[in-house]
């Protein structure tokens, strides 16, 4: 578990994690998406202890012109759209520049769909347990643009999982989760990175080689 608050890094996170899922290790079937980058070493700790298939389900966060930080929206594999239009209207961002947005994310999201997976097809998702997990959740725009995507491919029954979120969380994304698991909601919240004694930006070449390494391959 966390110690001060804080998990050292994203594998302690992703250890703890799996100590509260342990329960979908004795079911069959059960897929672990991970979001890039960050919840992919959250996300291998996962499968490997439940014995999960693991695969990524790339979504890029569209920020507010100026403030990319600040998320009005999300776009994920399978051509979902999250935007938060409320949020459109608050910064006063136009029609023209959400799509100038979109066009450089949508590139962004091309290149990582190649980088990661190559030449393998996506995963079989239909009738499955899923289980969707990332390093945190901040706004939820992310998680719910990877949230639309999957319900287009039928998944049986979709599990968010992730090491720390706002209390919130559950709320924000409704019915668009079976079962929402949080390690801890902790306020006030103000970013993901306030949890972790280590928040390094994890790079593509981990982000390869641990899909890598869930698929038994070598290099």
């Known amino acids: ?112 769909e190649l980088l990661y997976r190559g030449s393998r097809p996506v995963v079989r998702v239909e009738g499955r347990t899923v289980i969707v997990v990332d390093d945190g959740i901040a706004t939820g725009a992310s998680m719910n643009a990877a949230l639309l995507a999957l319900r287009s491919k039928h998944p049986a029954r979709v599990v968010v999982a992730v090491p720390v979120a706002p209390a919130e969380t559950q709320k924000r994304l409704g019915a668009a989760t079976d079962v929402y698991i949080s390690v801890m909601t902790p306020e006030p919240f103000y970013a993901v990175g306030q949890f972790y004694e280590h928040f390094e930006q994890t790079s593509d070449d981990e982000v390869r080689m641990l899909l890598d390494a869930s698929r038994g391959e070598t290099h």
């Open 1 to 112: 578990m966390a110690m001060n608050g804080r998990f050292e890094d994203r594998v302690a996170a992703g250890r703890a994690l799996a100590r509260v899922l342990k329960a979908y290790a004795a079911q069959r079937d059960v897929l672990v998406l991970a979001l890039p980058r960050g919840g992919v070493p959250v996300a291998f700790e996962v499968a490997q202890a439940l014995g999960a298939e693991l695969d990524v389900l790339i979504v890029r966060k569209l920020g507010v012109p100026g403030q990319p930080e600040l998320a009005m929206g999300a776009i994920s594999s399978g051509d979902a759209l999250y935007l938060n239009r409320e949020l459109i209207a608050l910064t006063g961002v136009t029609e023209a520049e959400v799509e100038s947005v979109l066009q450089v994310e949508r590139e962004e999201l091309a290149r990582r």
